[in-house]
Nanobody, 124 residues
C-alpha cells in the first residue's frame, strides 16, 4: 500500500491543523494505522494509532488530549486533528500502516508502510 500525507503547514502556537493520509494500492481497512513525527536531530516519535475499524485508539502522553486520530475506510484516508499546537510540536509528521493493533504498537518496526511526511511548523 502507498501512503500520501498532506495538510502540514505553518501555524501559530495555540492553533490547529488537520493532517490527512490517503492510501492507495491496497485494502486500507485491513491495516492498523499510526502517526509519528520526527524533529531535527531526534528519533521518530510515536503519536497515535488506530485499529482497522477505528474502534480502538491510543495516544502518546505528549499529545493525549490535544490530538485526535480517526479514519474513513470508505475514503481510504487517515486523519490527525491537532489542536492547541505548541512550538515543540514542530516536526515532520508521518503516517504508517501495519498489522499491530492496540497498546504496545509504539515502535517504528511495528509498521510496514510509510508515507513521505508532511512538515508542521508551529511559531511562538
Amino acid at each position: 500500500v502507498q501512503l500520501q500525507a498532506s495538510g502540514g503547514g505553518l501555524v501559530q502556537a495555540g492553533g490547529s491543523l488537520r493532517l490527512s493520509c490517503t492510501a492507495s494500492g491496497g485494502t486500507f481497512s485491513r491495516y492498523a494505522m499510526g502517526w509519528f513525527r520526527q524533529a531535527p536531530g531526534k528519533e521518530r516519535e510515536f503519536l497515535a494509532n488506530i485499529d482497522w475499524s477505528g474502534g480502538a485508539r491510543y495516544y502518546s502522553d505528549s499529545v493525549k488530549g490535544r490530538f485526535s486520530i480517526s479514519r474513513d475506510n470508505d475514503k481510504n484516508t487517515l486523519f490527525l486533528q491537532m489542536n492547541s499546537l505548541k512550538p515543540e510540536d514542530t516536526a515532520v509528521y508521518y503516517c504508517a500502516a501495519g498489522y499491530c493493533s492496540g497498546y504496545g504498537c509504539f515502535g517504528t518496526n511495528r509498521y510496514n508502510y510509510w508515507g513521505q511526511g508532511t512538515q508542521v511548523t508551529v511559531s511562538s
